[in-house]
């Protein structure tokens, strides 16, 4: 079974500065998808940011990027430039890349506050 | 473009009565749906997902039901609800035919069972 660890409860950062949450997940698959999930205060779930295990290049959208270590099971997010509107919940997720692939498997959460 | 609406937003029930939240997809045709449920503390769990009308899969045995009686509806009931129903319920869809490589959410409903 899949399993993802988002071991930051809480984080916080500074207006305009850069933070990075931590993700890391373990799978015996070999072809996956990870995806990065903000959930602002209205409980809205946003994707942020998708990342295809068998693409070597870290994907990036805006402020947006990530640290994908396949060998060590690890993605981070990267979030640089810090605005208030970044205040959420931020949810890794996995799911595996196949037939019958129905279960998003999420981790529990870090909530990031970004200070004025 | 595909909208996704869950309602009610809040809602708040006594123990042992029933429960229905609904769930409905605009701007395509047979979608994948699904019902997760997100508790305190906890990250998101899978309830039930649907790849078709009659065609639903739970994930966790539980007190409560999913039906999809049409094509782009997707509820989520319970006959008699428990205090440990209590939580955060997103519904979500992906596209038809296809492994979910990325689920769209609804808003929730934040379930109350006093």
């Known amino acids: 079974a899949q399993t993802v660890t988002q071991s930051q409860p809480e984080m916080s950062v500074q207006e305009a500065e850069t933070v990075t949450l931590s993700c890391t997940y373990d799978t015996s698959e070999n072809n996956y998808y990870l995806f990065w999930y903000k959930q602002p205060p209205s409980r809205q779930m946003i994707l942020v940011i998708r990342?295809?295990?068998?693409k070597q290049q870290n994907a990036t959208e805006n402020r947006f990027s990530v640290n994908f270590q396949k060998a060590a099971k690890s993605f981070s997010l990267k979030i640089s430039d810090s605005q208030l509107g970044d205040t959420a919940m931020y949810f890794c997720?996995?799911?595996?890349w196949g037939a019958g692939s129905y279960q998003l498997t999420f981790g529990k959460g870090t909530k990031l506050s970004v200070i004025p | 473009s595909q909208t996704i609406h869950q309602w009610p937003a809040t809602l708040v029930q006594p123990v042992g009565s029933p429960l229905s939240l609904e769930c409905t997809v605009e701007g395509t045709s047979n979608p994948n749906l699904y019902w997760y449920r997100q508790a305190a503390g906890r990250g998101l769990q899978l309830l039930f997902y649907s790849i078709g009308i009659d065609q639903i899969s739970s994930e966790v045995p539980q007190n409560l039901s999913a039906s999809r009686p049409q094509d782009r509806q997707f509820i989520l009931s319970s006959k008699k609800l428990l205090l440990s129903d209590s939580g955060f319920y997103l519904c979500a869809w992906s596209v038809p035919g296809r492994t979910i490589a990325e689920a769209f959410f609804g808003q929730g409903t934040r379930l109350t069972v006093v």
């Open positions: 990342q295809e295990a068998y």
């Open positions: 997720a996995f799911t595996h």
